[in-house]
T-cell receptor, first 114, second 113 residues
């Protein structure tokens, strides 16, 4: 069965600093990987996704993620964060060949300080 | 238009009430979803509709009853809920197929007294 682990429940960082949010997945088949962001009192919004091809995926708002099959990871990065990036970030996986169900990780709260 | 709308934004109901949550999208998506999200937790899938037919029911109690009257609308009928059902209920939609992006609405925040 597939699962997603987000090791960091909270990541505090100062404005303009780089950040990495970690995500590891477990699946015995090929997967599709997603990062969603949830701002306070809002629904989720897709940041980026990996389906196939280049392992470096660029998303909205300056975020990017790298798919690493050998380490079963899909870490999210941003070289310089802004106060407005403060939000909850969810990594998610779907097993592309069997179902389009999304399995979410437990989330990482990114808190950007001035 | 990449918007999924949900009404109402907030709902307070007693355990004997009957209420409905509504979701609407006009992106031509044929897959629609209901999720439940408790505070500081990830969304949990409840139901999936594909071409207006229920395709996934994640063993949700019968006091939650979904309905998809047409390709743009998704309802969630609530009856005899428990206080532990208080949560944010999110609707999402996507094109059919694997790896498709799900577009989420802002949610309905439900409080059961």
């Amino acid at each position: 069965a597939q699962s997603v682990t987000q090791l960091d429940s909270q990541v505090p960082v100062f404005e303009e600093a780089p950040v990495e949010l970690r995500c590891n997945y477990s699946s015995s088949v090929s997967v599709y990987l997603f990062w969603y962001v949830q701002y306070p009192n809002q629904g989720l919004q897709l940041l980026l996704k990996y389906l196939s091809g280049s392992t470096l995926v660029k998303g909205i708002n300056g975020f990017e993620a790298e798919f690493n099959k050998s380490q079963t990871s899909f870490h999210l990065r941003k070289p310089s964060v802004h106060i407005s990036d403060t939000a909850e970030y969810f990594c998610a996986v779907s097993e592309g060949s069997t179902t389009d169900k999304l399995i979410f990780g437990t989330g990482t709260r990114l808190q950007v300080f001035p | 238009d990449t918007e999924v709308t949900q009404t109402p934004k907030h709902l307070v109901m007693g355990m004997t009430n009957k209420k409905s949550l509504k979701c609407e999208q006009h992106m031509g998506h044929r897959a629609m979803y209901w999720y439940k999200q408790k505070a500081k937790k990830p969304p949990e899938l409840m139901f999936v509709y594909s071409y207006e037919k229920l395709s996934i029911n994640e063993s949700v109690p019968s006091r939650f009853s979904p309905e998809c009257p047409n390709s743009s609308l998704l309802n969630l009928h609530l009856h005899a809920l428990q206080p532990e059902d208080s949560a944010l209920y999110l609707c999402a939609s996507s094109h059919e197929g694997f790896g498709e992006t799900q577009y989420f609405g802002p949610g309905t925040r439900l409080l059961v007294l």
